[in-house]
């Protein structure tokens, strides 16, 4: 199955923020969503885990309704992590990797859960801080915890917001390879809003792009990284160059 977002809307006011958005996540994949800032990426993925409702339009996650699923099954089936993440308790990266096994423990670890904690740490290559406390951790070593979190979790599908904030080069090659890993070797299916359109060519399957409230393209890397489609979405030139085998997009030079 797979994610259908059937005709949502979203508006603030007067002002619309997602507008009359349908499309079909592809399973299995990784999906990126791309635009300027404001474009409603965010919104879009907000209530796609139910963290916001829609004025309008519905959400079916593996066929049924989310609207009609109860929040602890949802929690099983799909994972979000947002931009701003702020837990005011002094834990360690252990103590938070653990939160994401909260929906089969409910706080009582067992065997297997903590096999999904060790497997998560290793994964972001944070075994040395794994007794560190958050709040002694760079801001890249925090973002990679709390991906951690998200990925112990196991859910089928995997949202994340931005996920390569306040990451370094080192470490956001690392983190869009885990995904990659994620997708070819466990079927994940993972979504991300991502700025930076050359990691989506690199690295996704499917790429979707909003403006201004609107979902403006969708297809495969070959189809979207095209200088006129990008050009259009960002209201600049952008060349593309192929370098070993990826489309690139070279705004920088401009």
């Known amino acids: 199955m797979a994610i259908e977002i059937c005709d949502i809307t979203k508006k603030y006011g007067d002002k619309t923020v997602v507008n009359s958005v349908s499309l079909t996540i592809p399973q299995g994949k990784i999906t990126s969503f791309i635009g300027p800032n404001g474009a409603g990426k965010s919104t879009v993925l907000s209530i796609i885990s139910r963290l916001l409702a829609a004025d309008n339009g519905e959400v079916l996650l593996n066929g049924s309704p989310l ?148 979902l403006v393209a969708q297809g495969s890397v070959e189809e979207i990284m095209q200088s006129h489609v990008l050009e259009d979405i960002y209201e600049m030139s952008i060349p593309i160059q192929e370098i070993a085998g990826h489309k690139i997009a070279t705004y920088f030079r401009n």
């Open 67 to 214: 609207s009609q699923q109860k929040s602890a099954d949802i929690a099983k089936q799909l994972s979000i992590l947002k931009q701003s993440n702020h837990i005011n308790l002094r834990l360690t990266v252990e103590d938070l990797v653990a939160f994401g096994r909260f929906p089969y423990s409910k706080g009582n670890l067992t065997k297997t859960d903590r096999t999904f904690i060790d497997n998560a740490i290793g994964y972001m290559d944070l075994e040395e801080f794994r007794h560190r406390y958050i709040d002694q951790l760079s801001g890249g070593q925090r973002q990679r915890a709390y991906i951690a979190m998200t990925l112990a979790q196991d859910t089928d599908y995997i949202l994340l917001d931005e996920p390569l904030n306040n990451l370094d080069m080192k470490h956001s090659v690392q983190i869009m390879k885990v995904l990659r890993k994620l997708v070819t070797e466990l079927n994940k299916t993972v979504v991300i809003v991502i700025h930076d359109i050359n990691f989506a060519s690199c690295y996704s399957d499917y790429i979707v792009a909003m403006k201004q409230g609107n």
